[in-house]
């Protein structure tokens, strides 16, 4: 288990900046290659049980937790649509995104975490202002939906 931790730690760090590049494929296929190893699993098993059992984060998973986390605790920084306008919609508590025309502003950290914060689940985004509940909730919904990419968390439905 000690193992899994330090890859863990390895794979996490400057995760926030790199964890949406197209080299990540690469990243993420060798970390389902040490999950397959470390549980004597063929080749062709899905990793997503593995993953589940282990209790471990998948690369894009890890991605979203780190990025909400660092989100959550700058949030002071970010404002909320209620803050931009003073109506009462149903998104008010969401983060205003900023205009962009530029893809690749919109692949970058600072607009990709406003969207990925405003897609989460209503419930889980209400305990955005208690630290420790919010991580452990957001953990167990991530491991419980074992993301590999960005479309499957965009296209997630309860």
Known sequence: MIYFAYVHSVMSYGIIWGGNQPHTEKVFKIQKRVIRITTNSRARDSCRILFKKLEIL????QYIFSLLIFVTKNKHLLP?????HSFHTRFKTNLHP???NFTKFQRGVYYSRIRIFNKLPHNIKELA??????????????????????????????
């Not at 909320?80 to 931009?84: A, C, H, K, P, V």
Request: charged share 20%.
């Open 58 to 61: 998948p690369l894009y998973s």
């Open 80 to 84: 909320t649509n209620y803050q931009i």
């Open 98 to 100: 900023p205009i962009a």
């Open 129 to 158: 202002n208690e630290t420790k509940l919010f991580r452990n909730v957001l953990r167990r919904f991530l491991l419980h939906n074992s993301l590999y990419n960005s479309e499957e968390y965009f296209n997630y439905r309860k």
